[in-house]
Nanobody, 112 residues
Framework: QVQFVERGGGLVQPGGSLTVSCAAA????????LAWYRQATGKQRELVAS???????NYTDSVKGRFTISRDNAKKTVYLTMNSLKPEDTAVYYC??????WGQGIQVTVSS
């Protein structure tokens, strides 16, 4: 069983920056891929970014050049650094390990 501690969400103004993190407790981490999903109110959940065990990354088009996913295997933590935030980035963000274990979600709100 894998449990997560998510940190860093909150309210930020348009154009601002925010980093969310997700630390895994228990279980495996290093050998598996990680991802961040998000779900805005009234919309389907979407994949935002992923990073595999070799640190190869992928991003959905709407966040390319603005968001960066990274991992620290020693700390069993995955990060999502978000720059140039837009109101449409407002959503609950979820970390996922091995396409199987989900964090509880953390709210990010972009508003003036």
């Amino acid at each position: 069983q894998v449990q997560f501690v998510e940190r860093g969400g909150g309210l930020v103004q348009p154009g601002g920056s925010l980093t969310v993190s997700c630390a895994a407790a228990g279980g495996f981490f290093t050998a598996y891929g990680l991802a961040w999903y998000r779900q805005a109110t009234g919309k389907q959940r979407e994949l935002v970014a992923s990073i595999d065990k070799d640190r190869k990354t992928n991003y959905t088009d709407s966040v390319k050049g603005r968001f960066t996913i990274s991992r620290d295997n020693a700390k069993k933590t995955v990060y999502l650094t978000m720059n140039s935030l837009k109101p449409e980035d407002t959503a609950v963000y979820y970390c996922v390990l091995a396409n199987q274990y989900w964090g509880q979600g953390i709210q990010v709100t972009v508003s003036s």
